[in-house]
């Protein structure tokens, strides 16, 4: 599936963005069968994971640096994955890629390897 990442930009200590990830293509491959997930990679470190939804929407997951102020989703029916960025710090400042695991039935996986589908990443910039 083919992965469009949107609603990066700059923004203060304490603001929030709401990035968007939206699928295309791969005609016979259910939008509904993928497990979804958010990574980051901020400059000189390691892409981490940060957050991911169940193929079901049912369950979600969260690193602990984000958990509480992050929120993911999903919209099947827009092919969308959302990610919603609340009280957002300076740490959070990375370029956020989106990742898809098509027929995870189990809880996603939080390492990158695990996912063959990746989009192009939004830059997010919190300044202090």
């Known amino acids: 599936v083919d992965l469009v990442e949107s609603g990066g930009g700059l923004v203060q200590a304490g603001g929030h963005l709401r990035l968007a990830c939206v699928a295309s293509g791969r005609v016979g491959r259910t939008f509904g069968n993928y497990a979804l997930a958010w990574f980051r990679q901020a400059p000189g470190l390691e892409r981490e994971f940060v957050a991911s939804i169940t193929w079901n929407g049912q369950h979600s997951f969260y690193a602990d640096a984000v958990r509480g102020r992050f929120i993911i989703s999903r919209d099947d029916d827009q092919r969308t994955m959302t990610l919603q960025m609340n009280n957002l710090k300076v740490e959070d400042t990375a370029v956020y890629f989106c990742?898809?695991?098509?027929?995870?039935?189990?809880?996603?996986?939080?390492?990158?390897?695990?996912?063959?589908?990746w989009g192009q990443g939004t830059q997010v910039t919190v300044s202090a």
């Open positions: 990742a898809a695991d098509w027929g995870r039935v189990g809880p996603p996986h939080t390492a990158g390897h695990e996912y063959e589908d």
